[in-house]
């Protein structure tokens, strides 16, 4: 057995006792949804614990908004083409997120629709060791974000993203690359600013209208046209990962009976 997976296996035994140990939290106790918490954290497994404890915490205080977190349900929106989980990943061994407002329209796709969605790809990107390692990367073309975007985001729903964000989901952010941002972007960023941690500041990349700065993080031949590749859509979406996640509707389904007692 490598070193690693002894590491792997100790630590999963180790936070298995911590979950026990709590009466009020109900959660999986198999090894392939914990060590998506203990790969996240760098086999830290007390901070492993506190990421599995937010993570419930934040489903329980928002329990009508994830009513709906299931592929099924969430159906129209993942096939709209607002996210692009792309097939190639970046130098890194990142999995590689697109985002794209240009297609969101707000009188089809709430914007707590939006959310679930976009976590609800992670929730399947992560299941990958390499992607658990290696972390992902996500890309925010934001051509036509408007007013009418704007309103979607009151102080409730910034909130819950970002704590979303910073410490209740079990995955390595480690880049969000922002494209063809508008003036309304900057107020949205200043109004979330108070509530980012630096460490997550200082992973957010702004590029404005110049979608070739894109290429000195990765390279063209992974990338769509729209964010300055040389790929079509078809060409660069994993169509595959997409396929699997319809396949999985009564596991996400599944999923939603546990949480916090009570």
């Not at 989980?85 to 590689?96: E, F, N, Q, T, W």
């Not at 959310?115 to 290696?134: A, D, H, V």
Request: glycine share 4%; aromatic share 12%; charged share 25%.
């Amino acid at each position: 057995m490598k070193l690693s997976d002894k590491n792997l296996e100790e630590s999963v035994v180790q936070l298995k006792e911590l979950v026990r140990r709590d009466p009020m939290l109900d959660c999986p106790l198999d090894k392939e949804f914990l060590v998506k918490f203990i790969r996240a954290r760098k086999y830290d497994v007390e901070s492993a614990f506190q990421t599995l404890k937010r993570y419930y915490e934040i489903r329980t205080l928002y329990r009508e908004d994830f009513a709906d977190f299931y592929p099924t349900r969430l159906k129209a929106t993942l096939n709209s083409g607002i996210f692009m989980v792309l097939k190639h990943r970046d130098p890194y061994g990142r999995k590689i997120l697109l985002f794209k407002t240009d297609i969101w329209d707000v009188s089809k796709y709430t914007v707590n629709e939006v959310f679930l969605t976009s976590l609800l790809l992670g929730e399947e990107m992560i299941l990958s060791p390499r992607t658990q390692e290696n972390g992902t990367v996500m890309i925010h073309d934001l051509s036509h974000l408007g007013l009418s975007h704007a309103r979607q985001f009151n102080m409730r729903q910034i909130k819950k993203f970002i704590a979303v964000l910073q410490g209740a989901f079990p995955a390595k952010f480690k880049t969000i690359h922002v494209i063809n941002q508008p003036y309304i972007h900057n107020v949205l960023l200043a109004i979330s600013q108070p509530f980012l941690s630096k460490k997550f500041l200082s992973r957010i990349i702004l590029h404005g209208r110049n979608t070739s700065k894109m290429q000195e993080f990765m390279p063209p031949e992974i990338l769509p046209t729209s964010v300055g590749g040389h790929l079509n859509e078809n060409e660069a979406v994993d169509s595959d990962f997409m396929n699997r996640l319809f396949d999985k509707d009564d596991y996400y389904r599944d999923l939603l009976r546990y949480g916090y007692r009570g």
